[in-house]
């Protein structure tokens, strides 16, 4: 193998191409950083949608894809490397809050409110496990849609990654947004890691070697606190 090639998502502060073309992004930094130290002549970042990260993999469309939540499920299909993030849940909701959400639980609590999620994403089942109804809940295919969605009402908040929300407004401040943290008695941080197709057993021990010295670093630390990571962050998966 000579080519990495990374399935991402606009999904900053992960991964996001920027207003010249470039991709970047904190997986996306230490993506190419693992390539580099694979000897690989080149680094291919790929875009797609979340419900194609898995099957592009198993199919051979791509080597490894950008961060995602370790599940059981997923562990079915495909190959996680050691824990890249740990991270909380949060809610993107509508400026100041106006339904006054807390949660998980306090969306279940208003029957007649609606919640985004992307389709696949672990989110989906968490709100489920937290009292809300199917009903209640609004699939949809990228972060952009979901977002628009909150900003025109179309639902009342969207569910990922509280990292990924403050990244969206980051780069969106004049988005009507803002955004709440779940409550860890609702949903403790979960583990994010690369995904590789099964079968590739000796380029995951690669991997992971090369993890073992990066995650930590202070090259890894000063790279993550430019996407906003803190160093608590970054403790919780050295």
């Not at 809300?132 to 969207?158: K, L």
């Not at 949903?187 to 690369?194: D, I, R, V």
């Not at 590739?200 to 202070?218: F, K, T, V």
Request: aromatic share 8%; net charge negative.
């Amino acid at each position: 193998m000579t080519e990495l090639k990374f399935a991402f998502l606009e999904e900053p502060p992960f991964c996001f191409t920027g207003a010249s073309g470039e991709v970047s992004g904190c997986d996306v930094k230490l993506a190419r950083r693992l390539g580099d130290m694979l000897g690989l002549a080149s680094f291919s970042p790929i875009e797609t949608e979340f419900a194609e990260l898995l099957p592009g993999l198993v199919a051979g469309r791509w080597t490894m894809t950008t961060g995602l939540f370790v599940s059981e499920e997923r562990k079915q299909l495909v190959d996680f490397t050691r824990p890249i993030w740990a991270l909380q849940d949060g809610l993107l909701v509508a400026k100041d809050n106006p339904r006054g959400f807390r949660g998980y639980q306090s969306i279940a609590e208003n029957q007649k409110a609606l919640i985004g999620v992307i389709t696949d994403q672990v989110q989906h089942l968490t709100a489920l496990h937290n009292g809300i109804a199917p009903e209640q809940v609004r699939m949809f295919a990228t972060q952009a849609d979901a977002a628009q969605a909150v900003a025109d009402g179309t639902v009342h908040a969207y569910a990922s990654v509280a990292m990924a929300h403050r990244g969206y407004l980051a780069q969106r401040p004049d988005m009507p947004l803002g955004f709440v943290e779940i409550p860890p008695i609702e949903k403790q941080p979960s583990a994010g890691a690369f995904a590789i197709a099964k079968g590739n057993s000796a380029l995951l021990r690669h991997i992971d070697s090369c993890l073992g010295e990066l995650l930590g670093s202070d090259w890894h630390r000063q790279m993550m606190a430019r996407y906003g990571f803190s160093d608590s962050d970054i403790d919780r998966v050295v």
